[in-house]
């Protein structure tokens, strides 16, 4: 009860700050015209009100907070974001239920980008951009935008961003002050948000399409203004653009931070994750290009090339954007591309999966193994970007992969239990748990989640949470080692 108290001030000053996000939705309808203004003023409203009390309330037990407070702290800022976010949605679309509004708004905050709306050109504006802009805020990290604001709240923000920030090596910090290191990271993601709207606009794209894009590609979230995703636009030039800017997303923002930071591509070529990645994703690209083309899915290689180009990067870097209906590809296609987005992504980026850092250390230690077998007095010690890989990281790994297996197996089994056939049940499973978005057969990119029950619709809202904030955060609260003193 402890840390509830202590963190509560923190939560109500997110939900006070968070509520402003509203203007911009509010900005977008004002101009369109679209009538859902009303709806995201009292939503602000009700969101800043709900902050005031809940810190009016517990601000005198404000205190720093400890490793354990920032789990807590964590999971119920991602929990319940989408909670105060469903406020807009139910009011301007009244056939959504709250079930389905929830799921909407988790899939937006943690950049997953399932969907249950259809009819998405002819909702209003202000909605899509609303969709688009948690995305992007999920994108960087609403906790880490928090600790950029930490001396307006006032507490120690090292354990919170700890908590937040993905890959294995939490511990290394790129500058010696936590604070400057949010501010820093959210620099970067705003830099390159700025470049990629006026590349989508200069391309081709309206001014409301191309912030949505932009939005939803650099936070590899997905949401589109269109049923048709990103096909809607046939441009082989936007295809390029997003490509381009979903892998940039993919890198570890950490590396864009110190290459803008030395103005020198060297924390490029000292990333370990970096090469790696552009090795698995442009051979896949060739490679599923290629079957594509043989087994005469595109009567031309460049169609199939350009076709296949844009849905792996999309779907390896966990974006979800489509311009075919790769559900109706030869299967190994599909399959292949589920499996590249577990962990094609690195460490510090928007994308999810395991990420390319823990499928390194994993293979390594698959070597490290096989080396001991053949050679049982050798000491093959493991190294990545230049630095010892301690056993308590690679045991930590090991752990993570385990209970992301399990994550995954456990919960296509619950899925299939409920009435789905294995494809949509393991697809739906792997997209959410990976922060994809679409899956196959009846969640396939042509079509959306609204086919699922309610029951269905919660598991998969509780797997986009898991997989966002990396297991071991979220199950954590579970123990009841964590609720005793």
Same mark, same amino acid.
């Given at each position: 009860?402890?840390?509830?108290?202590?963190?509560?001030?923190?939560?109500?000053?997110?939900?006070?700050?968070?509520?402003?996000?509203?203007?911009?939705?509010?900005?977008?309808?004002?101009?369109?015209?679209?009538?859902?203004?009303?709806?995201?003023?009292?939503?602000?409203?009700?969101?800043?009100?709900?902050?005031?009390?809940?810190?009016?309330?517990?601000?005198?037990?404000?205190?720093?907070?400890?490793?354990?407070?920032?789990?807590?702290?964590?999971?119920?800022?991602?929990?319940?974001?989408?909670?105060?976010?469903?406020?807009?949605?139910?009011?301007?679309?009244?056939?959504?239920?709250?079930?389905?509004?929830?799921?909407?708004?988790?899939?937006?905050?943690?950049?997953?980008?399932?969907?249950?709306?259809?009819?998405?050109?002819?909702?209003?504006?202000?909605?899509?951009?609303?969709?688009?802009?948690?995305?992007?805020?999920?994108?960087?990290?609403?906790?880490?935008?928090?600790?950029?604001?930490?001396?307006?709240?006032?507490?120690?923000?090292?354990?919170?961003?700890?908590?937040?920030?993905?890959?294995?090596?939490?511990?290394?910090?790129?500058?010696?002050?936590?604070?400057?290191?949010?501010?820093?990271?959210?620099?970067?993601?705003?830099?390159?948000?700025?470049?990629?709207?006026?590349?989508?606009?200069?391309?081709?794209?309206?001014?409301?399409?191309?912030?949505?894009?932009?939005?939803?590609?650099?936070?590899?979230?997905?949401?589109?203004?269109?049923?048709?995703?990103?096909?809607?636009?046939?441009?082989?030039?936007?295809?390029?653009?997003?490509?381009?800017?979903?892998?940039?997303?993919?890198?570890?923002?950490?590396?864009?931070?110190?290459?803008?930071?030395?103005?020198?591509?060297?924390?490029?070529?000292?990333?370990?994750?970096?090469?790696?990645?552009?090795?698995?994703?442009?051979?896949?690209?060739?490679?599923?290009?290629?079957?594509?083309?043989?087994? #005469?899915?595109?009567? %031309?290689?460049?169609?199939? @090339?350009?076709?296949? /180009? =844009?849905?792996?990067?999309? !779907? *390896? $870097?966990?974006?979800?954007?489509?311009?075919?209906?790769?559900?109706?590809?030869?299967?190994?296609?599909?399959?292949?591309?589920?499996?590249?987005?577990?962990?094609?992504?690195?460490?510090?980026?928007?994308?999810?999966?395991?990420?390319?850092?823990?499928?390194?250390?994993?293979?390594?230690?698959?070597?490290?193994?096989?080396?001991?077998?053949?050679?049982?007095?050798?000491?093959?010690?493991?190294?990545?970007? #230049?630095?010892?890989? %301690?056993?308590?990281?690679? @045991?930590?790994?090991? /752990? =993570?992969?385990?209970?992301? !297996? *399990? $994550?995954?197996?456990?919960?296509?089994?619950?899925?299939?239990?409920?009435?789905?056939?294995?494809?949509?049940?393991?697809?739906?499973?792997?997209?959410?748990?990976?922060?994809?978005?679409?899956?196959?057969?009846?969640?396939?990119?042509?079509?959306?989640?609204?086919?699922?029950?309610?029951?269905?619709?919660?598991?998969?809202?509780?797997?986009?949470?898991?997989?966002?904030?990396?297991?071991?955060?979220?199950?954590?609260?579970?123990?009841?080692?964590?609720?005793?003193?």
């Amino acid at each position: 009860m402890s840390s509830v108290i202590a963190i509560a001030p923190i939560l109500g000053m997110v939900a006070m700050v968070m509520s402003l996000t509203h203007l911009v939705p509010i900005t977008i309808s004002a101009i369109y015209g679209d009538g859902a203004t009303r709806a995201f003023e009292l939503s602000l409203l009700l969101n800043f009100g709900i902050g005031l009390i809940l810190w009016l309330a517990t601000r005198r037990h404000r205190r720093d907070i400890t490793p354990r407070d920032s789990m807590l702290l964590v999971t119920l800022l991602w929990a319940g974001g989408p909670l105060l976010a469903t406020v807009p949605m139910l009011l301007t679309l009244p056939e959504l239920t709250f079930s389905r509004a929830y799921f909407e708004m988790m899939s937006g905050i943690t950049t997953t980008g399932s969907t249950v709306l259809s009819g998405l050109d002819h909702l209003p504006p202000s909605i899509n951009i609303w969709r688009g802009l948690l995305q992007w805020l999920g994108g960087i990290g609403i906790v880490v935008m928090v600790v950029a604001l930490l001396p307006v709240l006032g507490v120690g923000g090292r354990q919170i961003l700890k908590a937040e920030t993905p890959g294995p090596m939490k511990d290394a910090n790129l500058t010696a002050r936590v604070t400057e290191t949010a501010k820093g990271l959210l620099k970067v993601y705003i830099i390159f948000s700025l470049i990629c709207l006026l590349a989508y606009k200069a391309a081709g794209m309206n001014w409301l399409d191309a912030l949505m894009h932009t939005f939803t590609t650099i936070s590899t979230g997905g949401f589109s203004t269109h049923d048709a995703s990103f096909g809607f636009f046939e441009s082989p030039v936007l295809e390029s653009i997003a490509i381009f800017f979903m892998l940039v997303a993919a890198v570890n923002f950490g590396s864009h931070f110190m290459v803008l930071r030395t103005l020198s591509v060297t924390p490029y070529k000292a990333d370990a994750e970096i090469g790696w990645a552009l090795l698995v994703l442009l051979g896949s690209c060739a490679g599923i290009g290629t079957y594509l083309f043989w087994l #005469g899915t595109y009567p %031309e290689f460049l169609t199939a @090339l350009r076709h296949a /180009a =844009f849905n792996v990067v999309s !779907v *390896a $870097t966990s974006t979800g954007y489509a311009t075919q209906d790769y559900n109706l590809w030869p299967i190994g296609a599909p399959l292949w591309m589920l499996f590249l987005v577990s962990f094609a992504s690195c460490s510090g980026s928007t994308g999810g999966g395991i990420k390319m850092v823990r499928a390194l250390i994993l293979c390594r230690q698959v070597y490290r193994e096989l080396t001991r077998i053949a050679h049982p007095a050798a000491i093959t010690p493991m190294k990545l970007r #230049g630095m010892l890989v %301690e056993n308590k990281i690679i @045991l930590a790994v090991l /752990a =993570f992969l385990f209970i992301y !297996v *399990a $994550t995954i197996v456990s919960l296509t089994f619950v899925m299939v239990a409920s009435g789905l056939d294995v494809i949509t049940g393991f697809s739906a499973v792997v997209a959410c748990v990976n922060n994809l978005g679409p899956g196959l057969n009846e969640v396939g990119p042509a079509t959306t989640f609204s086919g699922l029950n309610d029951f269905q619709i919660w598991v998969l809202s509780g797997a986009m949470l898991v997989g966002r904030l990396e297991f071991f955060t979220v199950l954590v609260l579970i123990t009841p080692t964590f609720w005793r003193k």
